[in-house]
């Protein structure tokens, strides 16, 4: 009987499947983040290498049992990249390891086939895509793309800057926030945040996608903005892919799965308007199973459902 594994690893959460071939969930296991380009190398081989063996401990499996091994990975964005990882990893005893970025992973548990484009809206964002068996990403927030909530906070702080330079109107976000922080004038927030001394997190996205919600001027401009730029990525990904039919787009990152009325109606309104044959999904599992998905090929498409019913139950 064979068996499969898929990791997903992100930068805070790092998820490991192990199934057979019938689709049937032998373990399901969970760390830390283990993006390299935050923990470093040496920790992240080491982060994810314990995974595995708590995985295979879980399943009863040694690494040898493992026909197949998908590592989707945050951080992974070039082919020299996977191949530093694949040498390592391969003295765990995995016979045969994939090596992804970890966009892709959400691609293939959106849509089994693997067929489409992914948007990623989280922390950061990226954009995949796969067609006729070529992928392709986008290469990193600091490239370029579309950035999710860190796109979001500077874009906040030069709307701020803008409505105090009265560039635009003060909306209540703007006083919101002044108070929030503590202020006792307008000035004297300004200081601090030209200054450094103070340092939007990222942590206010749920607070600027609230206001946005409720009508705020402010933060429905930003949020329109970021919208458009995911869709920009996602245009520009699928005509490289030469997608010019029906295909999917899948919606992932907690931005996409958020709930926020006012950012799914100018996300989906966009797609709509820029891209008319795609269907949206959201993804509504663990990217992880995506991962496994790949690891499994066709036999994963074909049991898809099964897995993701399997992953569900065990995460209760």
Partial sequence: MANYLGIDVGGTKTDAIIANHLGEVL???????????SIGFSDAVASISALVSEALHQA???????????????????ESDAEM???ELSKIGLANISILNDSFAALFAGTPSGEGCVSICGTGGKTSGQHNGKLLQTLGVLAGEAGGALQ???SLQSALVSAYNGRTEKSPLYFDLIGAFKF???????????????????????????????????????????ARDHVADL???SGRLGIDGRFTIVRAGGLHTAGSTYFDNAFNSEVKRAL?????????????????IHAMGPVGTEVSGRIKDGVERLAK
């Fill in 85 to 87: 990882f694949r040498a």
């Fill in 184 to 226: 006792s004038t307008e000035e004297k927030f300004f200081h601090a945040l030209i200054r450094g001394h103070l340092r939007l997190q990222t942590t206010l996205a749920p607070v600027i996608f609230e206001a946005a919600d409720a009508g705020d001027e402010i933060a429905q401009a930003i949020t329109s903005q970021l």
């Fill in 60 to 78: 009863n499996l040694r690494a040898e049992d493992i026909s197949e091994a998908t590592f989707a990975m945050a951080g992974v964005d070039w």
């Fill in 27 to 37: 373990a399901l296991a969970s760390n830390g983040g283990a993006n390299w380009e």
């Fill in 235 to 237: 245009v520009a990904i």
């Fill in 276 to 292: 008319p044959k795609a269907e949206i999904v959201v993804l509504e599992t663990i990217p992880a199973v995506g991962a496994l």
């Fill in 152 to 154: 979001l906070v500077e």
